[in-house]
């Protein structure tokens, strides 16, 4: 019943396994991979405490940005359906 579906899975599975093998051993790539690693390595990586810190201003600002969104769009609806816009 699944036999299609299950062959189909492993071919596709196989195909991507031997591209990626022949791209890594394809020099221009390795080369391209090897200078990549090396600019990784030059990187200044920010430390935890400032990954968390950053972390909580943006949740922050988006939280803020929820409330006040919610409130303009609830004060327009209380409006807008006073004056007999929204019905």
Same mark, same amino acid.
């Given at each position: 019943m699944y036999a299609p579906a299950l062959t189909i899975s492993i071919?596709?599975?196989?195909?991507?396994l031997w591209f990626s093998y022949r791209l890594v051993n394809y020099p221009r790539f390795a080369d391209f991979l090897i200078a990549t690693?090396?600019?990784?390595n030059k990187v200044s990586w920010s430390t935890q405490r400032k990954l968390?810190?950053? +972390?909580i201003?943006?949740?922050?600002t988006v939280l803020l940005m929820a409330?006040?969104?919610f +409130?303009?769009?609830y004060l327009l609806v209380f409006v807008l359906s006073r004056t007999g816009v929204l019905h």
């Amino acid at each position: 019943m699944y036999a299609p579906a299950l062959t189909i899975s492993i071919l596709v599975a196989i195909l991507g396994l031997w591209f990626s093998y022949r791209l890594v051993n394809y020099p221009r790539f390795a080369d391209f991979l090897i200078a990549t690693d090396a600019e990784l390595n030059k990187v200044s990586w920010s430390t935890q405490r400032k990954l968390v810190q950053d +972390t909580i201003v943006v949740l922050v600002t988006v939280l803020l940005m929820a409330i006040f969104l919610f +409130t303009m769009d609830y004060l327009l609806v209380f409006v807008l359906s006073r004056t007999g816009v929204l019905h």
